[in-house]
């Protein structure tokens, strides 16, 4: 017991373990607070127009595809189309019809809906006859938020990895590692030692991402089950990635590579849709059952997220007797 209080001492004095505690928690409520946005107004046409120039006729025609700004002067019209920060179209009298100008910098979709709209001006008599129908609007964030809340779930899962690895590191350097080769440890409560802690904290953060992400049923237990086998399997690993690790700085660099790993493999796989051979090498890494199961939750899958708990189940045990058996070698080496 008095190696976890040590233990949970270093947590709250590493501020890098705090964060990565933290970073899933904010950027599920950050998604959740982003669905409830309309960001469809993103892609609106706003129109710039100078005072008494247009009719007020052809003002109530513009309005109906965006809003018209009108402006004192052609200097505050021309300034405020070259505006970097807006698409801004300005709109001006020719004759009997309109002529528009913009600053050639804007998207595809408003330097087109510029050089269209004094043909759909001179033909609006037209446009009036035709049937529209207005359908409705998609939310822009749905078929992200399917890819981001699993991969953030995996971030959370995974921030035991980052703990161990970072707290063995630590040890060699302040020179508690040759304390721990000389006590009366057996491997596995050594690894109980170090593991509890990121494992406790990683099944912490992803419990409540997950709680911010999803609506609690009866299906929260196979998701419990993902995020238990899958926060286990990166505690090990961190403890891995502490032991090869000769400093901070090449520690810090394999734990980025592993997240980058765990981060991509998964969302690759989604995107590509991979299956057969190349799945099965895929689940070699742990993220990517985790990641699976809880898209296939996502989708009411319940086979598929069971299988994917098995996956993570024989990750766990050839993590662990791997590491138990490398710590093994390595004590009686160092005793005799």
Same mark, same amino acid.
């Given at each position: ?19 990565? +505690? ?10 959740? +607070? ?57 709109? /001006? ?28 001006? =001179? ?18 964030? =749905? ?23 970072? /707290?063995?590191?630590?040890?060699? =350097? ?163």
């Amino acid at each position: 017991m008095k190696g976890l209080k040590y233990q949970l001492k270093s947590v709250l004095r590493d501020k890098f373990c705090l964060m990565t +505690f933290l970073l899933p928690i904010l950027v599920a409520v950050a998604l959740n +607070f982003m669905g409830s946005i309309d960001l469809s107004t993103l892609g609106e046409l706003h129109f710039g127009v100078l005072e008494n120039d247009l009719s007020p006729q052809t003002v109530t025609w513009l309005e109906r595809y965006g809003p018209v700004t009108a402006y004192g002067t052609q200097e505050e019209l021309t300034a405020a189309i070259q505006e970097p920060s807006t698409n801004v179209i300005g709109v /001006n009298a020719n004759g009997d019809s309109i002529k528009t100008s913009i600053s050639g910098d804007e998207l595809d979709i408003f330097q087109q809906a510029a050089a269209t709209l004094p043909a759909l001006y =001179e033909q609006r008599g037209e446009a009036e006859l035709v049937k529209v129908l207005t359908m409705e609007r998609p939310d822009i964030l =749905e078929s992200f938020q399917d890819i981001f809340i699993p991969a953030v779930l995996i971030v959370a899962m995974f921030m035991g990895c980052t703990f161990n690895a970072m /707290n063995i590191i630590s040890e060699k =350097e302040d020179g508690v590692a040759f304390i721990n080769e000389i006590l009366p440890m057996t491997p596995s409560q050594y690894i109980f030692q170090k593991v509890v802690v990121g494992f406790l904290f990683g099944c912490l953060s992803s419990i409540v991402t997950a709680c911010i992400c999803f609506r609690l049923s009866w299906q929260n237990f196979v998701l419990l089950a993902l995020i238990v086998l899958s926060s286990f399997v990166a505690a090990l690993i961190g403890l891995f990635i502490g032991k090869l690790s000769e400093g901070l700085m090449i520690g810090v660099v394999y734990i980025k590579i592993i997240m980058l790993v765990f981060i991509a493999v998964p969302i690759v796989c989604a995107l590509i849709g991979v299956s057969g051979p190349l799945a099965v090498i895929c689940n070699l890494v742990p993220s990517q059952p985790a990641f699976d199961g809880i898209m296939a939750l996502s989708a009411g899958n319940m086979g598929t997220a069971i299988k994917d708990i098995g996956i993570l189940a024989i990750h766990c045990v050839a993590w662990f007797a791997l590491y138990v058996l490398i710590s093994t070698q390595h004590k009686r080496h160092t005793t005799q």
